[in-house]
């Protein structure tokens, strides 16, 4: 019998999402782009990815307002639901 053995199995701890980082890589001009928010930082891509990511985080720290609801507590679904909605087709 291991040592191990009669400890009940733990849950895996819940993981709190701190921030967002956002990562363009088709960035071709050389110009460095760097967008921070409270609770964000996008880097890179070409300008127009830049703008994309941009205007998908406002609009997804706007949803999560609107919800009544904090980046820390959000569960990571939920996030990747509202991220998904809040992107510019």
Avoid: Y
């Avoid at 980082?21 to 110009?31: A, F, P, Q």
């Avoid at 880097?43 to 990511?53: C, R």
Wanted: glycine share 10%.
């Amino acid at each position: 019998m291991s040592k191990n053995s009669h400890k009940p199995a733990r849950k895996p701890a819940r993981r709190k999402i701190g921030g967002i980082l956002g990562v363009g890589l088709d960035n071709e001009d050389g110009h460095k782009r760097i967008t921070t928010g409270e609770k964000f930082v996008l880097v890179g891509g070409s300008q127009e990815t830049h703008e994309v990511m941009t205007e998908t985080m406002m609009k997804t720290f706007e949803e999560l307002k609107r919800r009544d609801k904090q980046l820390e507590s959000v569960d990571p679904r939920e996030l990747g639901e509202i991220i998904a909605k809040s992107t510019p087709s």
